[in-house]
């Protein structure tokens, strides 16, 4: 048998340890898919004696992750220390220069310098694969970078932060507060005690960042990425969604427009019955526009040990095979810049809640300033709520009463400018709400 | 720029002539992601002079596929003639024995020839590239052979056949008769003149077959696979299953038992709100299961020129960059031979349609007969048909009650058995209908 891919595993979390099972568990599957075994032959953590679920006597130590990137008795470092900087940086950098293949699932890293480490990897003829770092189970980085070579593709958007789906389940699904399903979120494990990474959806911009790079070929560039979180969100919202045929989902888009690649991170209102809709709880699912061909969804488990490790164990199980493509899909050097379409010249539909001012004209005054910036409806859902009639409400002097609404395709400038104007014209309470509609 | 990787094309019917296009307009992102063009220099069709909706003139013309795929002006043959044995065979043997990459979408030829091929491929040390073949636009071949390589299938499922997707989605939506969907798929042309290898189950067999072997690393057989299609699917059954929380899709399974693998095609109870009940019309789709993993779906169109095209274009630049694995993942050598599970051993709920004779003791008869063969219910729905009470049924003696029985896990061999001793006791007319139910 051919000599087997000798593996140092930098970090022994959840997934870490994950994949030494993987490994141990699927050995003759991969001996028989790659030809060879793939072993790790050294392990690399903060803590040497932290009590963990394998036996980590077994393999041998080397305290410093950079110096098991180094080591020569290793042919690939998997790197799941996590943060685009400090050690988990170093180590990927030594090992790449060092000619050694790198699987990694460290977004932030790839978000902050994947082209500048892809340069380096192609430069020394060694693999940088990451097929762990968005969406972990689905395989939608090996889809961009080689499944689909031959569709051009056109958008790409997805649920990729399970955190902020479960919560918007849940507040579905039991009409509770988004308050409250964080909370629960956070007692299940399923959202961290500071939580705002994910709710703000900086998480979802660095993995469409990754995504949108692999897509269009265009450079990593997360400030390109347009970001709002889903803290806004009131079951309010989710009803109205559902009496208009719509689910709020926080999606990551990249679209090409003619202006250039438009990357947005938002909650956004999509079709009940289309495929991302369907997708509930903690699950993940990118869904690939392409010229002349049907979309493309890929629906599956976002993150978890065993489901991360499997990603990690088929780009290791590549690695062993020989096979290599650039980390992007293209040379690096052949990432183009991104041409960022700016947001104010979005265009879609818009959903729009107000707390309208029950006296005469506001209706009129509402419509005038959608009219003014051309903004046609689709419709206009105007209620009481039930037993709020006549109640007088604190430091209002009329009555508010809630007004939805739902534009045909317009501009992100105009909808601003018109909501400004019904504000300076006070025939409303508070800030509008505001979430774009996404065809799907 | 490094030689263009030279390809002749033998078929020029709809999908060979999206090639043609997709190659011609993707030419410049094919270079910037293979590192060299990918370059039609010879074609071959059983007819030269038909008029085709690209100049065919600026191609070399081969009259005998096999002549083209022996010329040595080309590096690899895509085959879009199609067919088990003939042309097709002899071409694509014929360019693996030169020593020549092949790219093909002929699942027959793949079920009845596969593991061989994969044989003379390897042998050869050259590509054998099927990604078309199953499923059109869903990049599923790549994803089981590459993409989920740390993975321990246990079971794959999918709806692998748009006509009957789409006749099952219409008599569901419009409550119309099989007989008339189907007339309707072929006016549209989603059924042929001949609708048998799609209806009765054997092109989603022949796919099914290839997605086992990827899956199981097991030959492909063909024969181990139970088929039966959809022609016996009755409005009353897409009701009853609309009630009870169930969809009825044509589903090709393979599953791993403590028997062997399960490999079987047949109509399906799918619980309503999994992610393959939500796939409609023409669409095609494909579910993973894995050892500790949730379920991975990957959703997209089965067929159309442009999306099969897709699919041959990125195996061709696969084989333009250089990236080569063994056909089925792991080499034709290593594949193990299928241990067929036995439908009569076959273990599920099921879905059981009688027309129960309106006598006393009916309901005792059937219960005690499903007893007899330790069989559970979960449900019962015993409905005389609105209008159909007292009105005589011709050459029978009793009124006709349908009753609609879903029943726990019980066996293949337990159904059969039970029918067939309630048939004896003379308490139902007809033959029952049966339908199982698959837990996704």
Same mark, same amino acid.
């Given at each position: ?7 140092g +595993? ?17 050995? $003759?599957k ?9 072993e790790?032959?050294a ?5 040497r004696?932290?009590?963990? $679920?394998?036996d ?25 220390i ?19 293949a790198?699987?990694?699932?460290n977004?932030?890293? +790839? ?8 340069a ?21 980085v090996?889809?961009?970078?080689e ?20 919560? +918007? ?11 409250d ?17 994910? =709710? ?9 960042a ?7 070929g ?9 970001s709002?979180g889903i ?5 309010? $919202?989710l ?6 045929g ?14 250039? =690649? ?29 010229d002349?061909?049907a ?12 489901a991360?490790?499997?990603a990690?164990?088929a780009?290791l ?17 052949r ?5 960022k ?9 818009y959903y ?17 300033r ?13 209620r009481?709520e ?15 009463v809630?007004?939805? +609404? =739902?534009?045909?395709?317009t ?10 104007a019904?504000?300076?014209?006070r ?5 509008p709400?505001? =979430? ?5």
């Amino acid at each position: 048998m051919a000599q087997p891919l000798k593996v140092g +595993l930098a970090g022994l979390g959840t997934v870490g340890s994950a994949v030494i099972h993987l490994l141990e568990r699927g050995r $003759d599957k991969l001996v028989a898919r790659c030809g060879r075994p793939i072993e790790v032959v050294a392990i690399s953590a903060r803590s040497r004696h932290k009590k963990r $679920d394998f036996d980590a006597g077994k393999f041998r130590w080397v305290a410093d992750p950079s110096a098991l990137a180094r080591d020569p008795a290793i042919d690939a470092l998997v790197e799941v220390i996590g943060g685009a900087a400090g050690p988990a940086k170093l180590a990927v950098e030594t090992a790449l220069a060092a000619g050694k293949a790198v699987v990694t699932a460290n977004k932030a890293l +790839l978000a902050a310098h994947g082209q500048r480490l892809a340069a380096v990897a192609e430069r020394h003829g060694v693999a940088l694969n990451f097929e762990a770092s968005v969406a972990g189970g689905i395989p939608i980085v090996k889809t961009l970078r080689e499944g689909l070579n031959g569709a051009t593709f056109t958008r790409i958007y997805g649920i990729l932060n399970g955190t902020c789906n479960y919560i +918007l389940t849940r507040m579905e699904q039991e009409r509770l507060s988004f308050a409250d399903c964080l909370k629960e979120a956070q007692r299940l494990g399923y959202a961290e005690a500071d939580p705002s990474f994910d =709710i703000e959806g900086h998480d979802t911009a660095q993995k469409l960042a990754i995504l949108a790079s692999l897509a269009f070929g265009t450079k990593i560039d997360p400030r390109a990425i347009y970001s709002e979180g889903i803290a806004s969100i009131a079951p309010a $919202d989710l009803n109205a969604a559902a009496e208009l045929g719509y689910r709020v989902k926080l999606l990551g888009v990249a679209v090409k427009t003619a202006e250039g =690649i438009e990357q947005r991170v938002h909650p956004t209102m999509v079709p009940k019955d289309s495929a991302i809709a369907q997708v509930m709880g903690v699950t993940n699912a990118v869904t690939i526009d392409a010229d002349g061909i049907a979309p493309i969804t890929l629906v599956g488990p976002g993150a978890g040990g065993e489901a991360t490790a499997s990603a990690i164990i088929a780009d290791l199980a590549d690695i062993a095979r020989g096979v290599r493509t650039p980390p992007f899909g293209r040379p690096a050097a052949r990432m183009t810049a991104v041409r960022k379409a700016p947001m104010q010249h979005h265009e879609g539909g818009y959903y729009i809640r107000l707390l309208a001012r029950d006296r005469p004209g506001t209706a009129a005054t509402i419509a005038r300033r959608l009219a003014q910036q051309k903004i046609s409806l689709e419709s206009i859902v105007q209620r009481h709520e039930a037993g709020s009639r006549g109640a007088a409400q604190p430091g209002r002097s009329e009555e508010a009463v809630p007004v939805i +609404l =739902i534009t045909y395709a317009t501009s992100e400038d105009a909808v601003h400018k018109a909501l400004a104007a019904v504000r300076r014209d006070r025939v409303v309470y508070g800030r509008p709400q505001v =979430i774009r509609i996404e065809r799907a």
